[in-house]
């Protein structure tokens, strides 16, 4: 218990003293300043610093966040122009490969005594089908067909037909697609 009267002994003094907020061992200096002054000068600085590293972190934040944002964005950029690039080489070959597979249908056609030539062109030919259905390109529908400006090069107009008006009644060169992309429109007469 006697310790309990000590402690608020000593609690009682500091609380007198509190009251001016002056410890009894300050001492001033020559421009009039406290110990306790100089503690606040420390703290304000301290607190300055704290908000101005607060403010240096944010930024630094941001500006990572902006950069991985910017890597993201390149990122998908890039990978959306090599798959543009890929296809687009892909139309430029297979452009080139068509009037090879237009000469092949037209010789097909063609009447031929030796059946053992005609068949090996068939082969060939089919081979040439099955390069274009693994590269996913496909004929355009066009016979019977509405007629589509997308699809469809119109260089004729034909009166007279079994077919409805503004349907394709002719097929003069087939139109392929590779996927999506167009690579060539189908060359067609339209019923008037």
Known sequence: MEEKNFTNEAEESEME????????????????????????????????????????????????LRILAEYDNYRKRTAKEKTETYQNASVKCIEKLLPVIDSFERSLEAECTDENFKSGMAMIFGQFKDFLDKMNVTEIEAAGAEFDPNFHNAIQQLEGTDYEPNHVCAVYQKGYMLGDKLIRPAMVAVAV
């Open 17 to 64: 003293i509190g009251e001016e907020l002056i410890p009894e061992n300050a001492a001033e200096d020559e421009n009039g300043r406290t110990d306790e002054d100089d503690a606040v000068s420390e703290y304000n600085d301290a607190a300055s610093q704290y908000a101005q590293l607060e403010e240096e972190l944010q930024e630094a934040k941001d500006k990572h």
